[in-house]
């Protein structure tokens, strides 16, 4: 994930007044797995198909 897209979830989490792990639920992956993707540490193929459905969730 780009650095301004974990910027943008991290500013859409903020003013949903969503915690991580909400949106981490909501997407079937573990928190630590949301948390490597929004630092870009994760961005292989799978990551890339989280990505897509984090910014449908998210309207970003």
Same mark, same amino acid.
């Given at each position: 994930?780009? +650095? *301004?897209? %974990? !910027?943008? @979830?991290?500013?859409?989490?903020?003013? =949903?007044?969503?915690?991580?792990?909400?949106?981490? *639920?909501? @997407? %079937?992956?573990?928190?630590?797995? $949301?948390? *490597? !993707? !929004?630092? %870009? =540490?994760? *961005?292989?193929?799978?990551? +890339?198909? /989280?990505?897509? /459905?984090? +910014?449908? &969730? $998210?309207? &970003?």
């Amino acid at each position: 994930m780009s +650095q *301004d897209l %974990g !910027i943008q @979830v991290r500013s859409e989490l903020f003013k =949903r007044k969503m915690k991580q792990k909400e949106l981490a *639920d909501l @997407v %079937g992956i573990s928190n630590a797995y $949301l948390s *490597d !993707i !929004i630092n %870009g =540490r994760k *961005d292989g193929p799978k990551a +890339q198909e /989280h990505i897509k /459905h984090i +910014q449908k &969730i $998210l309207s &970003i």
